[in-house]
């Protein structure tokens, strides 16, 4: 085990069936439940020596050992990474991201994010709303998905642009490259998007635990064998375009989560670009919108394909 702190406990009889992550939340309070249910994961928790599940119930006289690691320093840092910025002032900037690029420092990638070139490239001055790891950070675009983001400077900017988002005012145009042919050329899909039960790491259109989801999309041409359509956001949920496409049928092309299992793999991702952004200025309170071209990747995608 890494360097840290080591706790053990006693079970007390009054604390027999006590399940083992309450059981710890009792005894080490600091500490949050699913910080110690991650710890009992990662077998970071042991009863009489054994590894156990989260579902364990400890008994009258066990014996708990208790592993915390060494705290992480998960602060961004600079980093003098190219930044495409098409616009930019004194409240907040837009930066046209290239496909490829993590938006903010996660476990096992503290380095070369959006974040890491934003801090050096604005010299710390952005919004703290998001925390040390996501400073600026108002939404987010996945990583193997390219195109416009807004960043905020300061908090007031990141308040009142996160509030146009929360009201479906906020401007967000996507394109993208999908499996097969649509009925109508136009339409629309609302339907709640939630963790998928048997994969945690996918979503899914789900009744269950779920937020509702919207997104508007049209035709901009047909292929044989592919539509490149745009999508119009009214909701912003995790991998929301992916998603109702491929719930509709039409998965994105290049796509490894929700796709087929033969992936484009020349896409290196799905074919998606965030190509439009609106939203009312903070200070000005005036509506500005910027647009971007296609990405070379995409480009080249569509002039490969065969003609319908």
């Given at each position: 085990?890494t360097?840290?702190?080591?706790?053990h406990?006693?079970?007390?009889?009054?604390?027999?069936?006590?399940r083992?992550?309450?059981?710890?939340?009792?005894m080490a309070?600091?500490?949050?439940?699913?910080?110690?249910?991650?710890?009992?994961?990662?077998g970071?928790?042991?009863?009489?020596?054994k590894?156990?599940?989260?579902?364990?119930?400890?008994?009258?006289g066990?014996s708990?050992?208790?592993?915390?690691?060494?705290?992480v320093?998960?602060?961004a840092?600079?980093?003098?990474?190219?930044?495409?910025?098409?616009?930019?002032?004194?409240?907040?900037?837009?930066?046209?991201i290239p496909?490829?690029?993590?938006v903010?420092?996660?476990?096992?990638?503290?380095?070369g994010?959006?974040?890491?070139g934003?801090?050096?490239?604005?010299?710390?001055n952005?919004?703290?709303?998001?925390?040390?790891?996501?400073?600026?950070?108002?939404h987010?675009i996945?990583?193997?998905?390219?195109?416009?983001?807004?960043?905020?400077k300061?908090?007031?900017?990141?308040?009142?642009?996160a509030?146009?988002?929360?009201n479906h005012?906020?401007?967000?145009?996507?394109?993208?490259?999908?499996?097969?042919?649509?009925?109508?050329?136009?339409?629309?899909?609302?339907?709640?998007?939630?963790?998928?039960?048997?994969?945690?790491?996918?979503?899914?259109?789900t009744?269950?635990?779920?937020?509702?989801?919207v997104?508007?999309?049209?035709?901009l041409?047909?292929?044989?064998?592919?539509?490149?359509?745009?999508c119009?956001?009214?909701?912003?949920?995790?991998?929301q375009i992916?998603?109702?496409?491929?719930?509709?049928?039409?998965?994105?092309?290049?796509?490894?989560v929700?796709?087929?299992?033969?992936?484009?793999?020349?896409l290196?991702?799905?074919c998606?670009?965030?190509k439009?952004?609106g939203?009312?200025?903070?200070?000005t309170?005036?509506?500005?919108?910027f647009?971007?071209?296609?990405?070379e990747?995409?480009?080249r995608?569509l002039?490969?394909?065969?003609?319908?």
């Amino acid at each position: 085990m890494t360097a840290g702190k080591e706790l053990h406990f006693s079970v007390l009889s009054k604390q027999d069936g006590f399940r083992i992550d309450l059981f710890l939340q009792k005894m080490a309070p600091e500490y949050t439940r699913s910080f110690l249910q991650k710890r009992i994961e990662t077998g970071d928790v042991l009863v009489n020596g054994k590894k156990i599940s989260k579902s364990t119930k400890v008994k009258a006289g066990d014996s708990v050992f208790f592993h915390v690691p060494q705290p992480v320093d998960d602060t961004a840092k600079p980093e003098a990474i190219p930044l495409n910025i098409i616009y930019e002032d004194d409240d907040l900037l837009v930066v046209n991201i290239p496909k490829g690029i993590v938006v903010h420092p996660a476990p096992g990638n503290y380095n070369g994010t959006l974040v890491n070139g934003l801090l050096y490239h604005c010299q710390g001055n952005l919004s703290g709303i998001n925390g040390v790891v996501r400073p600026g950070i108002v939404h987010r675009i996945d990583k193997d998905t390219s195109g416009l983001l807004v960043v905020a400077k300061n908090d007031r900017a990141h308040q009142l642009l996160a509030e146009q988002i929360q009201n479906h005012s906020f401007t967000r145009e996507y394109e993208a490259v999908v499996y097969g042919h649509f009925r109508q050329e136009k339409g629309t899909v609302d339907a709640p998007i939630g963790r998928s039960k048997s994969d945690r790491k996918r979503m899914a259109v789900t009744d269950e635990h779920s937020r509702r989801a919207v997104t508007h999309y049209e035709v901009l041409k047909e292929f044989r064998d592919f539509s490149h359509i745009r999508c119009h956001l009214e909701t912003g949920r995790t991998h929301q375009i992916r998603v109702h496409m491929a719930y509709l049928g039409h998965p994105l092309a290049g796509d490894p989560v929700y796709g087929p299992k033969k992936v484009i793999e020349s896409l290196q991702g799905q074919c998606l670009h965030a190509k439009k952004i609106g939203f009312v200025h903070p200070s000005t309170a005036k509506y500005m919108e910027f647009d971007s071209t296609l990405p070379e990747y995409f480009i080249r995608f569509l002039a490969g394909l065969p003609q319908k």
